[in-house]
């Protein structure tokens, strides 16, 4: 993606179910949990980079010893931090006690970090927030060992003011307005009075204090305090959570907005975002990995006992389709295959831009992640290349020869390398002049490789704000001299915020929107802006399920290809030569290439919660009063 967004984060959980000396005899280290939950970090780097956090708790301990370790980083390269960290701390408890090199019991009972269940995160930081308190797994503390949690999740909430305010309701006091630190105390008050009435049970049956400790564990109903805690949330999440006990539960928002998948065995239970990290440092099929259901939770007790159960009754299905197109790694055998489609299927669109000139066209794709769908756009102009060819041997078989046989069949679709993306660039000037001319040497060029009469067409895999398009991209592809310029997103125009976890947040922002308003002044309409402003204010104070998405109004009068065409102006410059062209997805394409994830809010604004029609509402209203704030 040419325009740098952001993502919310990534989550790795792994429950060892057998005992530490298990892993010791089989894989020659008790650490072996540490080293599976570096790897399931490290491969979802591609998900946060801002910073990471790892949590453990050994199962079993006794009273006075430390049975929960936590470390966070927001250093440059957090995960190695995290774990560079968690080595120093291992290496200097070995050299000072050599006793403990063989002893599974000695290096449980006095290494941190070492244990049975562990959390880890990575983040990018969202709207500023980057200091170490932001940074997951987030931990409530408590003397009782069942009311420790541990918490970490891939989630943005749309109600968090809601909730805030319905644990002060509750009598709670909390710290700050954020969405992790409200989830977590909300289920941490209902995990709170679920172990009272446990307790109370306990004592009613005669047990003693130290007696209902393990009691209360083994009857602690996960799914149960999940479902009171969870009554009012609006969002989309996979959260991970830890009881200082050594129960555990991943639970997943009711449209499978956010990912989640894991796979078990008799040895282990892990799970992570991606399907593919699993794979990887599992080594184990695809077919193994399984998704946590929508609106489910999967739940492991602390005696082993897995189940997957249901929290919230689960809506249509509307997972993020840009997890297909951008985020999660191609690396997944069916994101491979679904971004290969996405370019297989705007071939048409992409021909008609080019005046069906394959001969006299450069094909190429911007660094890195629309490598996969230029690979399906190839594809696709070799299949017409070789149906055209297949015509014209048909129809002029009798007079064909040798010569000029192979002289057709040597003409062949031309693919080359031309953006590079150059080492990050960092934008530490202030004044716009000057950043601006950074951004514009972002990518660097192929020189030699394009004539004056070709077409240079390059595939992203989406257009959100324009801004490295404009600033660096089209600037340095005119310098190649082409005749023409086609940019192809794979992705349909962004046209609305979004509120589930990813940064964008502002109407303003996104280039689709700014050329809907110039088409409104343009065609003398721009009074719609006016009556949809009115709209969204009368119903400013509107419970969430019955607010109503009015910002569709503002691309209702235009034809996509109309906006895309304003696109293209709005991109341009006058020290421009080449033509312009922007060709986009189709939402109805998109659907055909990503079956399972059909959640398309930020295209056509069907937002999956009656939250996002308050969101996209607050920050229509946001964009016309001019305030710079989130809308939620």
Known sequence: MSDALQHECGIALVRLLKPLEFYKEKYGTAFYGIQKMYLLMEKQHNRGQDGAGFASIKLDVEPGERYISRVRSNHAQPIQDVFAQINDRINEEMAAHPEYADDVVLQKKKIPYLGELFLGHVRYGTFGKNSIESVHPFLRQNNWMHRNLILAGNFNMTNVKELFQSLVELGQHPKEMADTVTVMEKIGHFLDDAVTDLYQECKNEGLNKREASPII????????????????????????GLLGHGDAFVFRDPAGIRPAYFYQDDEIVVVASERP????????????????????????????????????????????????????????????????????LILPA????????????????????????????????????????????????????????????????????????????????????????????????????????DNLVIIDDSIVRG?????????????????????????????????????????????AFKAALELLRERDIYHIVEEVYAKCKAQENFDDSEVVNYVTAIYAPFAPQEVSDKIAEMLSS??????????????????????????????????PTPGGNRVVNRAFMNFYEGKDVRAY
């Open 277 to 344: 990290v699993i794979q990887t440092v599992f080594n184990v099929p695809f077919e193994k990995i399984q998704e946590v259901e929508p609106g489910n939770a999967l739940i492991i007790k602390k005696n082993g006992k897995i189940s997957m159960e249901e929290i919230l009754t689960p809506t249509i299905k509307k997972a993020c389709s840009f997890e297909r197109i951008y985020f999660s790694r191609g690396s997944d055998a069916e994101i491979y295959q679904e971004r290969k489609t996405l370019g297989r």
């Open 350 to 453: 992409v021909l008609d831009a080019i005046d069906q000139d394959t001969d006299n066209t450069v094909f190429s794709y911007i660094p890195n992640t629309a490598e996969t769908s230029f690979y399906g756009l190839v594809e696709a102009a070799q299949d017409f290349l070789n149906q055209r060819k297949n015509n014209y041997i048909l129809q002029n078989r009798n007079a064909l020869t040798k010569e000029s046989l192979q002289e057709l069949l040597a003409v062949k679709i031309r693919t080359e390398k031309v953006a590079i993306k150059d080492a990050k660039l960092r934008t530490f000037i202030t004044e716009d002049s000057s950043r601006d001319d950074l951004v514009a040497h972002v990518y660097d060029v192929t020189y030699g490789v394009i004539k004056p009469t």
């Open 467 to 511: 801004t490295t398009l404009k600033m660096s991209i089209i600037k340095m592809m005119d310098r190649l001299n082409p005749k023409r310029i086609v940019i192809v997103s794979s992705a349909p125009q962004i046209r609305y915020p979004d509120c589930y976890g990813i940064d964008m947040a502002k109407l303003e922002g996104l280039v």
């Open 574 to 607: 006058p020290e421009i030569k080449a033509e312009i062209k922007i060709i986009f997805q189709t939402v109805e394409d998109l659907h055909i290439a990503c079956p399972k994830n059909l959640g398309d809010w930020y295209f056509t604004g069907d937002y």
């Open 217 to 240: 564990a083994e009857r602690l109903d996960v799914a149960k305090i999940l479902t009171r805690a969870s009554k009012n949330l609006d969002g989309g999440y996979a959260m991970a």
